[in-house]
């Protein structure tokens, strides 16, 4: 009797020591998983909140000053009305093959003031047909300066090429009275406001300038081509490396020279004073390029 009591108690407290030994693992195994739990939502929050990264709009980069503000690697060549452009444009021709880029011809323009709309879709069209070819590119077109910024997208270096307001052109054009205004430099370089077509406007030159000074690198003059040639080598040698051995070889086929001519002493006090803002950007055009010039051969 006093075994089986002995034995009874000891099943019990047995069973006792594992009941209590299973709640309590049941209660740790519990808290284990809520802690975990807990802790993988807290991971997963710090995880979110620490590696979510949103992406801005290009136009929100530029908004920030955030955005490119040129490519050297893609050029845009702005003709200037009758200014000899194509010369240059027949030079890119036959490089890109051989320097390894693409020139594109944009579609045929009239240099004319472009809508806000018009702007961005050129801005749009030219940004796809980047994102779509091989860099380097290079572009020409009849188009007056347009600010890719403007609409939050990189800018492409612009370039250009210029020539003599008082050259031969413009006298053929007073004396037969054609639109002595066709090839003024002005408007293309001032862009896209109403007041760069006006006529010896002092805030279209100064936009001008500014414009030149902050996106064209190198604006070549045509009477001064081997020049022109030489400083655009220097500065773009992926695009214009050979440039000066072409050169040579289609001068004898196309006039790339505008001489200034003599003039009537009244044809000259008319053209002056009508081509008084013309010349005077031709003048510091010229200059800049020379000294252009200058630092090329100090460094040559």
Known sequence: ?????????????????????????????????????????????????????VTPSLAELGAHGNLPKTNKHILMLTRVPDAGAESLVLILQRLQGYNAFKHIRLPPGDHKLLSTLQQELLVEEVTNIIRQEAIPLSFDGDVRFLNFSKFGRPAPTFISLVRNPMGTRTLQRYREKHNVFEGRAIPTFCGQDPRCTEINNKWALQRAKANIVEWYPVIGILDCMEQSIDVLEYKFPYFFRGARQIYKKIRTNKNFSDYTITLKPRERDILFKLFEDEIKLYEWLKLRLFNETRVRDGRS
């Open 1 to 53: 009797m006093r075994l089986n009591r002995g034995l009874l108690t000891s099943v019990a407290v047995l069973t006792v020591l594992f009941i209590v030994l299973n709640s309590k693992s049941a209660v740790v195994i519990h808290d284990s998983e809520s802690d975990v739990d807990r802790l993988a939502g807290k991971q997963e929050i710090y995880r979110s909140q620490t590696y979510r990264h």
